[in-house]
C-alpha cells in the first residue's frame, strides 16, 4: 500500500441505511465522511473530492462493488479500498484484489476494524486470525442465509437443523472473531 498517511477523508458505499449510518457515526469522529447508497452517487462523490479510503458493499442494487471498486483505482491510484459483504467467497476476494481492493472484510465489520487493517504495522504478516469455532459456524450460517435469498425454512433444511433452532441463532449477535 505504500507511504501511509492519516485517512481524514471517507467514503462510504452500502445501499444498506443501517449500516450505513453505523458506520458514518463511528468514522465520523474526526474525519470528513461522504456516503453513498448506488454506485453511480459514489463515483460522483469521488470524482470531486480528495478521498483517503473508500468502503464499499460488494452488492449495490444492481450494481456490482467489484466494477466500482476498478473505477475507484483508476481514477484514484493512492486511495485505500476496502470491500465488505456478508456474502464473500474465495472467488469473490480474488477478483476485489484483483480489481484494486486493498482488504476484504466480511460483514459484520466495524469501521474500527476497517481502519485497523489499514493502519498495522509494516512489519505484520498480514495473516488474518483464526476464528473461533462460534464465529466460523455463524459465517456458516449466513452464508446459507444469503444463499436461500433470506428464507429460513430452506436455510434450516440445507443445514439439517430444524427451523426453531436456526431462528434461535439468528436473534443472538454475531460472535467476536
Given at each position: 500500500?505504500?507511504?501511509?498517511?492519516?485517512?481524514?477523508?471517507?467514503?462510504?458505499?452500502?445501499?444498506?441505511?443501517?449500516?450505513?449510518?453505523?458506520?458514518?457515526?463511528?468514522?465520523?469522529?474526526?474525519?470528513?465522511?461522504?456516503?453513498?447508497?448506488?454506485?453511480?452517487?459514489?463515483?460522483?462523490?469521488?470524482?470531486?473530492?480528495?478521498?483517503?479510503?473508500?468502503v464499499v458493499d460488494l452488492r449495490?442494487?444492481?450494481?456490482?462493488?467489484?466494477?466500482?471498486?476498478?473505477?475507484?483505482?483508476?481514477?484514484?491510484?493512492?486511495?485505500?479500498?476496502?470491500?465488505?459483504?456478508?456474502?464473500?467467497?474465495?472467488?469473490?476476494?480474488?477478483?476485489?484484489?484483483?480489481?484494486?481492493?486493498?482488504?476484504?472484510?466480511?460483514?459484520?465489520?466495524?469501521?474500527?476494524?476497517?481502519?485497523?487493517?489499514?493502519?498495522q504495522s509494516a512489519d505484520d504478516?498480514?495473516?488474518?486470525?483464526?476464528?473461533?469455532?462460534?464465529?466460523a459456524e455463524w459465517e456458516h450460517?449466513?452464508?446459507?442465509?444469503?444463499?436461500?435469498?433470506?428464507?429460513?425454512?430452506?436455510?434450516?433444511?440445507?443445514?439439517?437443523?430444524?427451523?426453531?433452532?436456526?431462528?434461535?441463532?439468528?436473534?443472538?449477535?454475531?460472535?467476536?472473531?
Amino acid at each position: 500500500m505504500g507511504e501511509r498517511r492519516s485517512i481524514r477523508t471517507v467514503l462510504l458505499v452500502d445501499d444498506d441505511q443501517q449500516i450505513l449510518a453505523a458506520w458514518k457515526r463511528s468514522a465520523g469522529r474526526g474525519r470528513t465522511v461522504f456516503d453513498a447508497s448506488d454506485a453511480a452517487a459514489a463515483r460522483k462523490i469521488a470524482a470531486h473530492e480528495d478521498l483517503d479510503l473508500a468502503v464499499v458493499d460488494l452488492r449495490l442494487g444492481n450494481e456490482s462493488g467489484i466494477e466500482l471498486i476498478r473505477d475507484l483505482r483508476k481514477a484514484h491510484s493512492d486511495l485505500k479500498l476496502a470491500l465488505c459483504s456478508g456474502y464473500v467467497s474465495v472467488t469473490t476476494a480474488v477478483n476485489a484484489m484483483r480489481a484494486g481492493a486493498d482488504t476484504v472484510l466480511f460483514k459484520p465489520v466495524s469501521f474500527t476494524e476497517i481502519l485497523r487493517r489499514f493502519e498495522q504495522s509494516a512489519d505484520d504478516t498480514g495473516l488474518e486470525p483464526t476464528p473461533t469455532l462460534a464465529r466460523a459456524e455463524w459465517e456458516h450460517i449466513m452464508r446459507v442465509l444469503a444463499d436461500c435469498n433470506g428464507n429460513v425454512t430452506l436455510a434450516a433444511e440445507r443445514l439439517d437443523i430444524a427451523r426453531s433452532t436456526l431462528q434461535r441463532r439468528l436473534r443472538k449477535l454475531a460472535p467476536s472473531i
